[in-house]
């Protein structure tokens, strides 16, 4: 009988946690598979916009290559400002070009690059949640 018991208390353990674990899995699959798209690399820049432009590469604090544009206002005067115009998760910045074509107009003078892993910046992307505790410092 005592075997008997715990034999009927795994399987019950067993009927119970199974399906909790295969929801879990599922969802953090799902989450992986959706949060990063492969972005398309950039077809077009700022001249196809009829806006001027300088590119330009940097780095970020980790030393991955990151690129840019910086599009000057559009103005005979002095830029009201600067506006940084970033892009959503899987684009890059010639996604955003629309926008820098009506700020510039608007006297703003813009500057748009490509997170890493998106258009011409490299490195993979940091959707991972334990990324920040396993990146070397």
Not at 47 to 54: H, I, Q
Not at 97 to 113: K, Q
């Amino acid at each position: 009988p005592p075997f008997r018991e715990r034999l009927r208390r795994a399987a019950l353990r067993s009927i119970i946690i199974a399906p909790i674990v295969a929801l879990l899995a599922a969802t953090l699959f799902g989450a992986l598979v959706n949060v990063y798209r492969p972005a398309s690399p950039n077809r077009r820049d700022p001249s196809a916009f009829g806006l001027p432009f300088k590119a330009l590469a940097f780095r970020a604090s980790d030393g991955i290559a990151l690129a840019g544009w910086l599009i000057p206002a559009r103005t005979t005067g002095a830029p009201r400002g600067a506006v940084l115009v970033c892009h959503g998760v899987g684009a890059n910045r010639e996604d955003v070009l629309p926008r820098a074509r009506f700020l510039t107009a608007a006297g703003y003078t813009c500057f748009l690059f490509d997170f890493r892993a998106h258009g011409e910046s490299g490195d993979s992307p940091r959707t991972s949640p334990v990324w920040p505790f396993t990146r070397k410092r």
